[in-house]
């Protein structure tokens, strides 16, 4: 059974490293705050001036003026700090933040992502993003392995205007994890009880798959 958005973010969460800074999109990925592995620190990053974004208010908790990028009332860690957007992105344009989260329309296996724009809909545009794909060393995408008509989102070529070319280094869908590498997506893990046909059934892109493929553990 395919992973829910919870369980991705969950799955994402054990990328995280004890001293990162993270910026966390808007969707997915800001779940990964609610699911921060205990025993290490991290520093979640918002491009509207928060460092130090933490889980998700209770009903008590909520303060309307603590937001994050999507707008969505957060709450602030143990030495969190405010600043101007001005110097969130000098942040992020300065390569000082370490591992970004973003949710895609498209990735491809050159590791070009598209994220802000399907021609003819209504979107809220680009955002912080394309500062962000050219900022961080890493960047994971959380995304749906296929749309709503089961079309694969994992292409050879990604066919929407890209937010940024060969920067993606990680994907994790509700199918699988891969690794975007010399012109492919290779099978890292698949969600419990997925098998790895249904996976290259619904890869479009080049897809190399190693002789045994573990379920994803949580």
């Known amino acids: 059974m395919s992973l829910n958005r919870d369980q991705i973010a969950m799955r994402v969460a ?3 490293k004890d001293g990162y800074y993270v910026n966390l999109g808007i969707g997915i990925p800001t779940l990964v705050a609610n699911y921060v592995p205990s025993g290490i620190e991290v520093m979640l990053q918002s491009e509207n001036g928060l460092l130090g974004i933490g889980p998700y208010p209770t009903e008590e908790q909520v303060d309307a003026d603590m937001i ?6 957060v ?5 969190a700090s405010l600043f101007s957007s001005a110097e969130s992105f000098a942040m992020i344009r300065g390569g000082h933040v370490d591992l970004t989260v973003l949710g895609a329309f498209e990735v491809d296996q050159q590791g070009n992502i598209a994220s802000y ?3 003819g809909k209504l979107v809220k545009g680009m955002g912080g993003a394309m500062d962000l794909v050219a900022g961080a ?12 008509r089961d079309n694969s989102k994992l292409l050879d070529n990604c066919t929407l205007p890209l937010t940024g070319a060969t920067c993606v280094k990680r994907v994790v869908t509700d199918l699988a994890v891969m690794d975007i590498k010399e012109g492919a ?4 893990e ?3 009880g997925i098998s790895v046909e249904e996976i290259k059934q619904k890869t479009a892109g080049r897809l190399v798959v190693p002789a045994y493929v573990p379920e994803m553990s949580f």
């Open 190 to 192: 698949r969600a419990p």
């Open 137 to 148: 060393e890493n960047i994971i995408v959380t995304m749906s392995h296929a749309d709503k």
């Open 185 to 188: 997506f290779h099978l890292i």
């Open 117 to 119: 724009m399907i021609p």
């Open 68 to 73: 994050n990028a999507g707008k969505e009332t």
């Open 14 to 16: 054990q990328e995280l």
């Open 75 to 79: 709450t602030a860690a143990l030495g």
